[in-house]
């Protein structure tokens, strides 16, 4: 009785456990439910594949796009969907330290414990980085995903529709049996066009490491094996027996099978040609590219600025190939807890120097008020001493001043003359007055 109880209570607790694991997707997580489109459904059966079969995904940053790749009946793989990425930030190039906003290049893994059903970005997966060559290279950052909501700073964004099916890809790979999969990241696509184009950024080395593995899956369709010694990656290598891969240590002896290594040197001989054909080609101008860490820590300084809610420069600067850097002018704060305490302390500090200022400029206007009337009673008193002084001298010259006199002018030589023709005039009168009465009277 009691062996059956407690099978029973077996039973129950197994169904509790897988019904809490299923009911937590449906109750709070239905779009980490929803299946592939029928349309999908049958291009994967067309292609030789199954809904559960093996996945990959690979990212294409100037081209925008991400692709998953499923693995076929005969075990190589072959592009089932292709998405237009929604946003990525930063720039070309890889992902240095925390805060350079850039978007991760390289090859990462992602298991089922990175699958996150209730994101705040919709849905997410962890794309697992830092890798062993991030981690090896002092390369630091979290967090890093592939998610919906078409928002970035240094994940893949997708649309909501977008994400809920490249996160089934992941998840009917997993019901199927995969315990990871491989998320290859590039630059662009690694075509001698490209490679010719870029082969004198200071990532170009970088880069051409990323294109062995991008080799690899173009030969064989499968993705590569990963490895890393030296602090570099190393592709479809087998370590000698007893012989591990170190991250930071020396390569050990390896070996490739022979098939393996003749169809990739023949691969290289057709990039090769390719490649030299670029060279003398018209190409389209690179793309803007990070230089290297020092641009990043730049970047880094910015977005630790604009998490702490300063007033920053909208965009990230950028540094120029001379070393210098550009920033825009339009000013602008995150909106957020902290962006909203920094505004507030901004504020009071803005208030409080602006109470000082006020201040000072009083005691200056008053001091230069007190100036201007000292000036003001000096000139007037000036004013009236001259004034005063003038009065003086000009009653001391009016006292000097000698006085005048009037003279009578002699009469002049003409004054006689006059009279003695008008005494002639007279006498004429006379005469002729004498003459008319004798006339009359007969004298």
């Not at 890889?94 to 996150?116: C, H, I, L, W």
């Not at 977008?162 to 049996?177: H, K, L, S, T, W």
């Not at 602090?231 to 390896?254: E, H, I, L, S, W």
Request: aromatic letters at 8%; one cysteine or more.
């Amino acid at each position: 009785m009691f062996a059956k109880l407690a099978r029973t209570g077996l039973i129950i607790a197994s169904i509790v456990v897988a019904g809490c694991n299923d009911s937590s997707m449906k109750d709070f997580a239905p779009e980490a439910n929803k299946p592939l489109p029928d349309k999908i459904l049958a291009d994967m059966r067309a292609k030789g594949m199954i809904r559960t079969s093996s996945v990959m995904a690979r990212i294409f940053k100037e081209e925008g796009k991400l692709e998953i790749w499923k693995a076929k009946t005969n075990g190589r793989y072959d592009m089932v969907a292709s998405y237009d990425i929604c946003k990525w930030s930063g720039k070309l190039g890889p992902k240095y330290t925390e805060g350079d906003r850039q978007a991760p290049e390289g090859f990462y893994t992602v298991r089922p414990s990175q699958m996150n059903p209730r994101s705040n970005y919709h849905l997410s997966f962890n794309i697992g980085f830092p890798n062993a060559y991030d981690r090896a290279n002092g390369r630091t950052g979290q967090n890093l995903m592939v998610h919906g909501a078409c928002s970035s700073s240094g994940c893949y964004s997708m649309t909501d529709a977008q994400i809920e099916q490249i996160y089934a890809f992941g998840r009917d790979a997993f019901q199927g049996g995969q315990t990871e999969f491989q998320i290859q990241a590039f630059p662009f696509r690694m075509t001698a066009a490209n490679m010719a184009r870029y082969r004198n950024d200071p990532n170009y080395e970088f880069w051409k490491m990323l294109k062995v593995g991008y080799d690899n899956f173009e030969v064989t369709k499968v993705p590569p094996k990963v490895d890393v010694c030296e602090k570099r990656y190393v592709f479809n290598q087998v370590a000698a027996d007893g012989q591990t891969f170190n991250p930071t240590g020396a390569c050990p002896a390896t070996t490739q099978p022979d098939s393996l290594k003749s169809a990739y040197n023949s691969y290289q001989s057709t990039y090769e040609a390719a490649f030299n054909s670029a060279l003398k080609a018209s190409v389209p101008a690179p793309k803007p590219t990070i230089a290297g860490i020092k641009e990043a820590s730049i970047v880094s300084e910015w977005s630790k600025r604009r998490a702490r809610g300063e007033r920053v420069p909208i965009e990230p600067p950028s540094l120029n190939n001379d070393g210098t850097v550009t920033e825009t002018a339009r000013m602008g704060r995150i909106d957020s807890p902290a962006g909203r305490k920094m505004a507030a302390l901004d504020a009071e500090k803005a208030a409080k120097q602006k109470a000082e200022e006020q201040r000072l400029a009083a005691i200056e206007a008053a001091k230069q008020a007190k100036e201007a009337a000292k000036a003001q009673a000096i000139a007037e008193k000036e004013a009236a001493k001259a004034q005063a002084v003038a009065a003086k001298e000009a009653a001391k010259a009016a006292k000097e001043a000698p006085v005048a006199t009037a003279t009578i002018a002699a009469p002049t030589q003409a004054a006689p003359e006059a009279e003695t023709q008008a005494a002639s005039a007279d006498e004429g009168r006379v005469a002729k007055l004498k003459n008319k009465l004798l006339g009359m009277f007969g004298g």
